[in-house]
C-alpha cells in the first residue's frame, strides 16, 4: 500500500476549514467553518498496481453509515486501467460483468469513474462542489485508475474555485416565529445537525433569548453546554429521567427541534411524550426528514446557522418583554432539585468491584479536565451507558454513529479526528464486542502514534444482545457470552501501552496527566460486571412490543 499527495488551493465564501481524517480504509472531511483559504492536503489511498476494488466494497458499511448520518466524506479508490480492464487481471470484476462502483450510485451523493488524465479536475471539482456545496451533506466517491493515479496533473487555484451560499427560507422562518411568540410553552430539541451547520453559537443565543429547556438527541449530545442551568439532558437512546419525565407530565405547545431526524434512538422509539406535542417546528436542511415521524410537524427547509441567525435576529426585534412568558427558569429548578438524571445515581458513586460503568464514566469526566476532549462512542450497550451516564464538560465534543449503528465505529473514528484535530484529547468508547471488530486499528494508531485514549468496556459479552434474549426469552442467545479477553496484552501486541482496570478511582486526573507525558496512544482494558444491565430496560420492553404487534 502507498500514498499519493495532491495539494490544490481552493477560495471558498464563506471559507472553510477542511479536517482531514485518515484511517486504513477511509479519507474523512470534517468540515468546520473558518474564515481563512482553505489548504486541501488529499490523501488517495490505494492498495496494488492495478486496482483496489476489495478496499471499495471494505468502506461499504462506513459509506452507508456516512450517506445516513450526513458526514461529508471523500471516498476514493484505485482501480484497474481501461487498457486491460475486462479481462482479468487481479481484482478486475469488469471481467466477471460487475461494475462495484455504480452499485454505490445509492449511498453516495456522487460517483465518478475517472479514466483519463484531461477529465481529473473537472470531477474533481464537482466532487468538491457535492461535497460542501449541496444541502444535506454526505459521501462522495472518486473511482480513479491506477495509471491516472501516477500523472502528475497540473492545475491552478481557480479549478477548485467555487462559492457557497446559505439561504433561508424567510416566509417559513416568519411563521415559526409566529408560533413561538403565541405559544403558552415551549421546549427546544436539538440534535447533530445543529454540530453538521457549526451552529452552537446560534443555538446558544437561542436559548438564552428564550430561556426555555433545552433537550438533545443521543447524537446531538455535545450540541448544546451540558452545565448550562437550561439543559434537562439528552432523550431518546438511553434517556436521561429530567428529560423524559417532563415531556411527559408538562403541557408543551411548540417543540422546537433543530437538527434532528427524529429517528428510532433520538424519538426515543417514536414516543408519545412528543407524538402527543401540538406543534413540532422541524428546522434542517433535508425536507425529506422533516415530518417524516411526526404529522404534527411545520417544517423550515435551510442551513440551521442561517436560520438561527435570522430567527434570532427577527425575536430581538420584538417588543420588550414580548417572550417573558415562555421564560422557564423557575419550573427547570424544580424538577432539577426533584429528580436525578440517572437511572441508578448509587451506581454513579459506587465503590464495589468489578467496577460500574457509570461509575468508569465519572472517573472519565473527572480524569480529562481540560475542555478540549472529543469523546467517539461505539454502538451496542455504549450507545446507553454513555448517553445517560456520561456529562460532558463544556467544549467536548461527541462523536456517535446512530443512523446506521455499525458496531466497530469507535477506535478508527477516533484515529482519524487524532489526524485531524492533533490538539484535541481523542478518547474512544467501546465494548469487547466492537473491539473484536475493528481492534485491528490499533496497528494505525501505533504506526502512526495517533494519540488517542483507547477505553474498553470489558464483560466478556455482547450486552444489549445477552440481556434482551435473557429478558425476552428466559436465556442468552448462544455466543452472546464469552470468556474476558486480555485487551492489555491484545494492545501490546499492536504496540499500544495497555492499563488493567477493575477499580473505582484508578483513572484519575493525575494518572491521565502522567500518561500524556507518554505522547503515545493508551488503551483501558476495563473489567466491567456482564451482570449489569445498563439503561436499555426500556428499549428492550419497545422491541418485544414491536415484535409482538408484528406476530
Known amino acids: 500500500m502507498f500514498y499519493i499527495y495532491l495539494e490544490c488551493m481552493a477560495d471558498i465564501q464563506p471559507d472553510f476549514r477542511t479536517k482531514l481524517m485518515i484511517t486504513r480504509k477511509l479519507i474523512l472531511f470534517y468540515v468546520v467553518m473558518k474564515k481563512e483559504p482553505l489548504l486541501w492536503r488529499t490523501v488517495l489511498q490505494k492498495q496494488a498496481k492495478n486496482s483496489a476494488r476489495p478496499v471499495l466494497t471494505n468502506t461499504l458499511t462506513g459509506i452507508v453509515s456516512s450517506y445516513i448520518d450526513g458526514f461529508p466524506i471523500l471516498h476514493v479508490c484505485g482501480a484497474v486501467p481501461k487498457n486491460i480492464r475486462g479481462i482479468g487481471a ?13 452499485s454505490f450510485s445509492d449511498m453516495e451523493k456522487y460517483v465518478a469513474n475517472i479514466e483519463e488524465e484531461k477529465t481529473f479536475l473537472q470531477e474533481f471539482k464537482s466532487a468538491i462542489e457535492h461535497l460542501l456545496k449541496t444541502g444535506d451533506k454526505g459521501p462522495v466517491l472518486l473511482n480513479i485508475t491506477s495509471d491516472v493515479f501516477l500523472k502528475k496533473i497540473k492545475h491552478n487555484l481557480e479549478d477548485t474555485a467555487f462559492s457557497f451560499s446559505r439561504p433561508v427560507d424567510e416566509n417559513s422562518a416568519s411563521f415559526a416565529i409566529e408560533k413561538i411568540r403565541k405559544a403558552g410553552s415551549a421546549v427546544i430539541f436539538a440534535g447533530a445537525g445543529v454540530k453538521l451547520s457549526d451552529a452552537y453559537n446560534e443555538l446558544q443565543e437561542l436559548s438564552d433569548i428564550l430561556k426555555v429547556p433545552v433537550i438533545t438527541s443521543p447524537k446531538g449530545k455535545a450540541v448544546f453546554n451540558n452545565e448550562s442551568p437550561l439543559y434537562l439532558g439528552s432523550f431518546g437512546a438511553g434517556s436521561n429521567i429530567i428529560p423524559k419525565t417532563f415531556l411527559k407530565n408538562e403541557k408543551i405547545d411548540v417543540l422546537l427541534a433543530i437538527g434532528t431526524s427524529f429517528n428510532e434512538f433520538s424519538s426515543n422509539c417514536w414516543a408519545d411524550e412528543i407524538k402527543n406535542i401540538p406543534t413540532i417546528i422541524q428546522i434542517d436542511i433535508d425536507p425529506k426528514i422533516i415530518g417524516r415521524a411526526f404529522s404534527n410537524t411545520y417544517g ?47 451506581w454513579y458513586n459506587s465503590e464495589a468491584t468489578p467496577i460500574k460503568i457509570p461509575r468508569l464514566l465519572k472517573d472519565i469526566r473527572e480524569g480529562f479536565t481540560e475542555d478540549n476532549v472529543t469523546i467517539y462512542n461505539d454502538n451496542g450497550s455504549c450507545i446507553f451507558w454513555t ?62 502514534n495517533a494519540l488517542v485514549f483507547f477505553i474498553v468496556f470489558n464483560d466478556g459479552a455482547h450486552g444489549v444482545v445477552k440481556h434482551s434474549t435473557e429478558l425476552l426469552f428466559n436465556r442468552a442467545l448462544p455466543g452472546t457470552a464469552y470468556k474476558k479477553i486480555d485487551f492489555v496484552q491484545f494492545a501490546n501486541n499492536f504496540g499500544v501501552e495497555g492499563y488493567r482496570i477493575d477499580k473505582p478511582g484508578q483513572i484519575n486526573k493525575k494518572f491521565i496527566q502522567e500518561l500524556q507525558k507518554k505522547n503515545k496512544p493508551i488503551l483501558f482494558d476495563c473489567r466491567v460486571d456482564s451482570k449489569d444491565i445498563g439503561p436499555y430496560g426500556e428499549r428492550i420492553k419497545q422491541v418485544a412490543s414491536q415484535l409482538s404487534n408484528n406476530a
Open 90 to 102: 487481479v481484482q478486475d470484476t469488469f471481467a466477471y460483468q460487475i461494475d462495484i462502483s455504480n
Open 300 to 346: 423550515v427547509v435551510g442551513d440551521i446557522k442561517a436560520t438561527l441567525t435570522h430567527i434570532n435576529k427577527k425575536i430581538e426585534s420584538l417588543p420588550a418583554g414580548a417572550l417573558n412568558h415562555l421564560n422557564a427558569n423557575k419550573i427547570i429548578n424544580r424538577y432539577k432539585s426533584e429528580f436525578t438524571n440517572f437511572e441508578r445515581p448509587e
Open 387 to 448: 448517553n445517560h451516564y456520561l456529562m460532558l464538560r463544556k467544549g467536548w465534543n461527541f462523536e456517535s454513529s446512530l443512523g446506521f449503528c455499525s458496531m466497530g465505529y469507535a477506535f478508527p473514528a477516533a484515529i482519524g479526528g487524532y489526524f485531524g484535530a492533533p490538539k484535541r484529547t481523542h478518547i474512544a468508547i467501546a465494548g469487547d464486542g466492537s473491539v473484536i471488530m475493528n481492534g485491528n486499528e490499533l496497528k494505525t494508531a501505533s504506526e502512526y
